[in-house]
């Protein structure tokens, strides 16, 4: 089975732009997550979809926002970028079974706010 | 908000000893996963222990779980220079609730 798939890996941009990343789970994978990880914060999560349905959100402001598609990809859009955006967003994906949370990461993309 | 927390943050040890790895966390927990992280990439699952379980193993890694101290060991025997890495335990209430990511132990196997 191919692994998680995040696109695009590197990404510059510049402080007030806006943008989209994509996450492609493993196929049968019904629930996305994703994540920020900074050296400062660690592992911060997002928010996790599950058919197509936001199932938990964490404590992120408004700019943050995803969604998910009927083929379970996932897209997160960051709006009017912030210098403290810069990090690397994990995509994980996994079969939600309720009593067991295992997940598979992505490579993850590396942003960059200039 | 992070649920746990890794002792130590950082260990630096010789290839063929042995690494020790500790996390507790705040609340009750349905499950305790453990992660492997090489530098700047995606977490790759190692080993996934219930509530209800007190010690699993899965090659080199032993990992224990007391609930009544909030808190698990990952044990790596015989390290080797590939073990280089960031580890992170993960938790979850059971159900939909989200997992969540301690702070990560930062483990140095020296050649």
């Known amino acids: 089975k191919a692994g998680v798939t995040q696109t695009p890996r590197y990404l510059i941009k510049t402080r007030g732009q806006q943008v989209t990343l994509s996450c492609s789970p493993i196929?049968?994978?019904?629930?996305v997550s994703w994540y920020q990880q900074t050296p400062g914060q660690g592992l911060q999560f997002l928010f996790e979809?599950?058919?197509?349905?936001?199932?938990n959100k964490g404590n992120f402001p408004g700019r943050f926002s995803g969604r998910q598609f009927s083929n379970s990809r996932s897209e997160m859009n960051v709006s009017t970028l912030e210098l403290g955006d810069s990090a690397l967003y994990l995509c994980?994906?996994?079969?939600?079974?309720?009593?067991?949370?295992?997940?598979?990461f992505g490579p993850g993309t590396r942003l960059t706010v200039t | 908000s992070q649920q746990g927390e890794e002792d130590p943050q950082a260990l630096s040890i010789q290839e063929g000893e042995n690494a020790t790895m500790n996390c507790s966390y705040k609340t009750s927990i349905n499950n305790l996963q453990w992660y492997r992280q090489n530098s700047g990439r995606g977490l790759v699952h190692l080993i996934l222990?219930?509530?209800?379980?007190r010690e699993k193993h899965s090659g080199r890694l032993r990992v224990t779980l007391d609930t009544s101290k909030k808190s698990s060991s990952l044990l790596i025997t015989a390290s080797r220079a590939a073990d280089t890495a960031s580890y992170f335990c993960?938790?979850?209430?059971?159900?939909?609730?989200?997992?969540?990511f301690g702070t990560g132990t930062k483990l140095q196997v020296i050649p």
């Open positions: 196929s049968g994978h019904r629930s």
């Open positions: 222990i219930r509530s209800n379980e």
């Open positions: 994980a994906s996994s079969t939600f079974d309720p009593d067991a949370h295992e997940q598979y």
């Open positions: 979809y599950f058919s197509e349905t936001q199932r």
């Open positions: 993960a938790t979850d209430s059971g159900g939909y609730q989200k997992v969540t």
